[in-house]
């Protein structure tokens, strides 16, 4: 007897529909064919022990299963549920008819139990467009698929749940989410606050400056001057997520098995973070068995190395290109995938080893070839992508216990980043994939930036006198765009020119 249920296998967020044929016949073997890997081979054990376990029996048959495409290779063990509700099916346990409007993931324990598989939410969505009636999810994944409207997600615990549900029986209802209620509740909760930062003024408005506009940012300056607490604070006045990029974001997070068990669309901006041992892959992306790296997990959001220069200089040449085309593609001998990766790039680094180059109340012991030695591990390419060059000073004693002034926090300067990114996006609505001013061409530049007769001579001193490059100066004409909207002035003005060039820590005499 021939039985089919659906599943699906996953290639970057894409979720691809894939049968499983388990055809029963006279014999006692077992094939499984189709380019199943190791976990999806070894299904076989854990399927005769769950089906045992369950009070049901494993059929003493020649089994063949076909897991169609059978081109398209199978990783994981998501496979787990569809081949034993397969197997249930030809026994006559379960009722085939029911099968064909259904698809079903889930790694089976050996005592039936159902476990949390990876990229539920892209399953969900394959699901819907699919035009199927209901999805069968573990228990831990059904708030995580339940986002997707006009489709039935149930969440099992035990494989006897997915039987008793098949069969018509059982009291398992689908799982229902007020999607856009939790999503806007939790937008309003971030853990870090900038009324938290004393002082630092200069740091603080080019942080607000680098959120308005999308804008790279770099920080150079000795420890413990504040780099790291500022940086993690930037999500909290980036403009609150779309439910569109919203939906995006989440998918790369459970592609990678990242969300929580109850969670269901990340509705704040990802902040990652990782260590300077991070590998060339981890940061990118990919693996034997693929796996989204930290730029991708970044997407819509903030990725932040700090102390730059110990990253190894690989991982570092391989943002460079992602950062341009904000997707980075990634071929493999057994997989050829595109994901997303449009994140604001934060970094911070000490101005030498020791630390304390020009920092007024410490000496730098470095050596003038230690120095260059250091700031060689950046490559000048990739620093011409950091459109805020700032220095940060350490903060005085006397800021620390100055109570005459109020701190201005997130909500008051995401206030504003909100004003300026609404001028953009009326700005740029007739252009695909332009949303801030950090997207903009070439062309974008020449309509937008329109500069007067003093905006121009600025533009040249500082072309002269720094050595900048014509990346450089096109990063200048849009931190000057993105100034200018803050102070929703429609034509690029001298002081904003001026603003610009100033943030151009790393062209001036003092670092080179």
Same mark, same amino acid.
């Given at each position: ?198 002082? +630092? ?59 929580? +068990? ?168 007739? /252009? ?74 790393? /062209? ?5």
């Amino acid at each position: 007897m021939l039985t089919t249920t659906l599943c699906a296998a996953l290639n970057g967020l894409e979720a691809i529909p894939v049968k499983v044929e388990v055809n029963l016949s006279d014999g006692s073997l077992f094939f499984m064919v189709g380019l199943p890997d190791n976990a999806v081979r070894e299904s076989r054990t854990r399927v005769f022990s769950a089906l045992h376990n369950s009070g049901h029996y494993f059929p003493r048959q020649k089994i063949t299963v076909n897991l169609a495409p059978a081109d398209l290779k199978k990783e994981g063990s998501a496979y787990d549920l569809p081949l034993a509700v397969g197997l249930l099916a030809g026994n006559h346990v379960v009722d085939a008819t029911r099968l064909e409007r259904c698809m079903m993931v889930g790694e089976l324990g050996l005592d039936g139990s159902l476990r949390p598989i990876k990229g539920a939410l892209p399953i969900a969505i394959k699901a819907r467009e699919m035009g199927l009636e209901a999805l069968i999810v573990p228990q831990q994944n059904a708030r995580e698929a339940a986002v997707v409207n006009r489709l039935k997600v149930y969440g099992a615990t035990h494989l006897n749940d997915v039987v008793a549900l098949l069969n018509g029986r059982g009291d398992l209802e689908p799982t229902v989410v007020d999607t856009r209620a939790e999503f806007y509740e939790q937008q309003a909760q971030y853990a870090y606050d900038f009324a938290d930062v004393r002082g +630092q003024d200069n740091a603080k408005r080019a942080f607000e400056i680098a959120a308005a506009g999308g804008h790279n940012l770099i920080m150079i300056g000795s420890p413990g001057c504040g780099k790291s607490m500022m940086a993690k604070r930037l999500p909290s006045i980036l403009p609150p997520l779309s439910l569109a990029e919203s939906l995006e974001t989440t998918q790369i997070h459970s592609v990678a098995g990242m969300l929580d +068990q109850q969670s269901t669309l990340i509705a704040q901006r990802p902040f990652r973070a990782p260590h300077h041992t991070i590998s060339d892959v981890a940061l990118i992306g990919g693996g034997t068995h693929f796996q989204p790296g930290e730029i991708s997990l970044a997407h819509n959001g903030v990725l932040f190395l700090d102390e730059l220069p110990e990253f190894s200089r690989s991982a570092l040449e391989t943002l460079r290109q992602p950062l341009e085309d904000r997707v980075v593609s990634i071929s493999r001998a057994k997989y050829s995938v595109s994901l997303p990766c449009s994140f604001m790039l934060v970094a911070s680094m000490n101005p030498c080893p020791c630390g304390y180059l020009n920092d007024p109340k410490h000496e730098c012991t470095c050596s003038d070839a230690a120095i260059t030695r250091y700031r060689r591990k950046v490559s000048g390419p990739l620093l011409d992508r950091f459109d805020i060059q700032l220095e940060v000073m350490p903060i005085a004693f006397s800021d620390l216990y100055d109570d005459s002034t109020r701190e201005e926090s997130s909500a008051q300067v995401r206030a504003r980043v909100i004003r300026a990114r609404n001028i953009q996006l009326a700005r740029f609505a007739k /252009d695909d994939g332009i949303y801030c001013n950090s997207n903009m061409t070439q062309a974008h530049l020449q309509t937008y930036c329109q500069l007067d007769a003093a905006c121009k001579r600025l533009l040249e001193r500082a072309f002269e006198k720094l050595g900048i490059s014509a990346r450089a100066h096109n990063r200048i004409l849009k931190l000057a765009r993105t100034i200018a909207d803050l102070a929703e002035s429609e034509q690029i003005q001298a002081p904003h020119i001026a603003e610009a060039i100033q943030y151009r820590a790393l /062209d001036k005499s003092l670092w080179n």
